[in-house]
């Protein structure tokens, strides 16, 4: 670790396992529409959805890790540390995330951006691929105002909402008239992990802690144990019992993750790449669907028999595509000074807006969260 302009310590591994988790994001997403526009990706789904209940997990840890010195203290920190952005980026990308499903609608959320009640619904459920955002936001509020007087008890309270979404599958939502919960996929994530957010802002020094042992044989043991435990919990039908291995088979899995990202950080260029992925988090994951989207609504019309024989390769090439553009244009709009599309802009209006919430601290800390990074 290293010490930052803000006066805090450097971890390197967050940031690689931030690149990487962005990394299989992207995947995951190419494989849905490359098959979703009727190419089939059953290996590459298997694959990503190995390691898929890891990522969502850890990354959310990472946020409310590096979240503390906003959550701990005063109403005006937290909104212009990290609310405001937060708002403000909603605010930008809701109408454009539903006119790119109106333009290239979906087979996975086929009635998102046909109706322009979204606009406003978007902000009270969490919608599309920006329920992560929203989440995020939920989060960090739900936190301020918690705090860490009581932890223990909102951890207990909130790991039951967890273990909960874990166990429960559509069936039992359904079959317990949780109806609402059963058909949308965006609210049982929004409810499945505040946990490791809250979790990352209670427990911040005890996690660097535990990444202190050797970084191979731990990544060797922990990722072996996870690949156990995910194989013993597709075996077990009770609902207590499989969430109680999955949650177990998660937090080794996050440890492993942490222990790669870790390995990757000892090295001068996976740092540079990975740390730098885990950095531009937020654009790539805001502008990778500009381009992948419309790639595969393409690919869905031109329908290629030659294409149709590609298998994976199709749905890497498809996200390669969505990260390389969305690295060059988050690039170009912070060249041309349009960082409004992910920062609040200085305007005379936000300023009274603020004036009215609270003046902003007179020494903002720097920080590792991907929302001031990219910048």
């Known amino acids: 670790m290293t010490r930052t302009e803000g006066g805090e310590d450097r971890v390197y591994w967050a940031d690689t396992a931030k690149g990487l988790i962005i990394l299989i994001i992207v995947l995951s997403h190419g494989a849905l529409f490359v098959e979703g526009a009727g190419y089939p990706q059953a290996g590459m ?12 997990p850890l990354f959310f840890m990472i946020s409310g890790m590096f979240s503390r010195r906003y959550l701990d203290g005063s109403w005006s920190g937290f909104w212009h540390g990290r609310l405001k952005a937060l708002i403000w980026v909603m605010l930008i990308w809701i109408p454009i995330d539903w006119l790119l499903y109106s333009i290239f609608p979906n087979f996975r959320d086929p009635l998102h951006g046909k109706y322009l009640w979204q606009l406003l619904t978007a902000w009270i459920f969490p919608s599309s691929y920006l329920w992560f955002i929203w989440s ?27 273990f909960a979404m874990l166990g429960l599958t559509t069936w039992h939502l359904d079959h317990y008239g949780l109806h609402l919960l059963a058909q949308d996929y965006y609210l049982r994530g929004a409810l499945s992990y505040f946990f490791y957010f809250y979790l990352g802002y209670v427990c911040r020094d005890w996690i660097v802690r535990a990444a202190t042992l050797p970084a191979i044989p731990t990544l060797i043991v922990t990722l072996t144990g996870y690949g156990l435990l995910a194989w013993i919990a597709m075996m077990v039908k009770g609902v207590v019992p499989g969430a109680a291995i999955k949650f177990v088979a998660i937090a080794i899995g996050m440890l492993g993750a942490i222990y790669l990202g870790k390995t990757l950080a000892l090295r001068a260029d996976t740092r540079r790449f990975f740390g730098r992925l885990g950095q531009m988090t937020l654009p790539i994951y805001l502008t990778h669907l ?26 890497i090439v ?17 060249s041309l ?19 009215l919430l609270g003046r902003p601290p007179r020494e903002p800390a720097g920080d590792t969260e991907e929302v001031v990074e990219a910048r």
């Not at 390669?320 to 912070?334: D, E």
């Open 290 to 315: 500009l381009f992948m989207m419309p790639l595969c609504y393409w690919l869905a019309k031109l329908h290629s028999p030659f294409l149709l024989q590609s298998g994976v390769a199709l749905a």
């Open 45 to 56: 789904r298997n694959a990503i959805g190995a390691v898929t209940p890891v990522g969502m």
């Open 136 to 162: 995020l936001g939920v989060y960090s509020l739900l936190a301020w105002a918690l705090g860490r007087r009581h932890a223990r008890t909102w951890l207990a309270l909130s790991v039951l909402v967890t």
């Open 318 to 334: 498809v996200s390669l595509i969505g990260i390389l553009g969305s690295v060059a244009i988050t690039a170009l709009a912070l």
């Open 337 to 355: 000074g349009l960082t409004f599309f992910f920062f609040p802009p200085k305007l005379r209006l936000f300023a009274r807006i603020d004036a």
